[in-house]
């Protein structure tokens, strides 16, 4: 079973739109969780930590369930710069800890 | 503020010669890893140095490892290189803690071995 498992997509969504993707996570000792996008044969870059609490920036908000070891991020009024590759990414936690685990990634193309 | 560098951009080697990649973390991370992502899959954890010392491993063969130096800069190198050593090596790095922190990434070094 993979570490993170996320929902491929793809995504091809109006501008304007509302989009959520998912993913699910094996270890229970899993400790930090977050949200990574990447573009194209670019660096995976830091959208957002996930919390027990649910977070929000801006547009993304996120949320995290760990007795069901679910965690989404939602993207409101979608904007053509928002398309790239979504990264679901969680930490080992426990003697994995340090290393991220990442999802096979979702792609959103935004389309105006 | 500077982000994650690494050197060199790209570097073509043949099969059975040693890499050495570079990277330079944020100005006050003191924790780098290393991952590598081959064509068509995702990131995999090969290593993390903290404080100067190896703190976790992913599954790699030894042929892979790597240090990290007194001003936290770290080298990662791959010997008896393979076809399948082709990749993008990326490096990142977090600020002091536990090893949960963000980890923030540099834009890696495109490795290519014929």
């Known amino acids: 079973r993979k570490e993170v498992e996320q929902d491929p997509g793809p995504f091809n969504v109006p501008e304007g739109a509302t989009v959520a993707f998912n993913c699910t996570y094996s270890?229970?000792?899993?400790?930090?969780f977050f949200w990574y996008r990447q573009d194209c044969r670019k660096e995976p870059k830091l959208l957002m930590s996930?919390?027990?609490s649910g977070n929000e920036d801006g547009r993304f908000t996120a949320q995290l369930n760990r007795a069901s070891q679910y965690i989404s991020l939602l993207i409101r009024d979608s904007k053509l710069s928002d398309s790239a590759t979504y990264l679901c990414?969680?930490?080992?936690?426990?003697?994995?800890?340090?290393?991220?685990?990442f999802g096979r990634g979702t792609q959103l193309t935004v389309w105006p | 503020e500077a982000g994650v560098t690494q050197s060199p951009t790209h570097l073509i080697k043949t099969r059975g010669q040693q890499a050495t990649l570079r990277c330079s973390p944020i100005?006050?991370?003191?924790?780098v890893y290393w991952y590598q992502q081959a064509l068509g899959l995702g990131l995999q954890f090969l290593l993390w140095?903290?404080?100067?010392?190896?703190?976790n491993r992913g599954n790699f063969p030894p042929r892979f490892s790597g240090r990290q130096f007194p001003n936290y800069s770290s080298e990662l190198n791959v010997n008896a290189l393979e076809l399948e050593d082709s990749a993008l090596y990326l490096c990142?790095?977090?600020?002091?803690?536990?090893?949960?922190?963000?980890?923030?990434f540099g834009p890696g070094t495109r490795l290519t071995v014929t």
């Open positions: 100005s006050g991370h003191t924790s």
């Open positions: 270890n229970s000792a899993s400790q930090s």
């Open positions: 990142a790095s977090s600020g002091p803690g536990a090893g949960n922190r963000e980890q923030y």
């Open positions: 140095y903290d404080e100067g010392e190896e703190r």
């Open positions: 996930v919390y027990s």
């Open positions: 990414v969680v930490n080992g936690g426990g003697s994995t800890l340090g290393r991220l685990y």
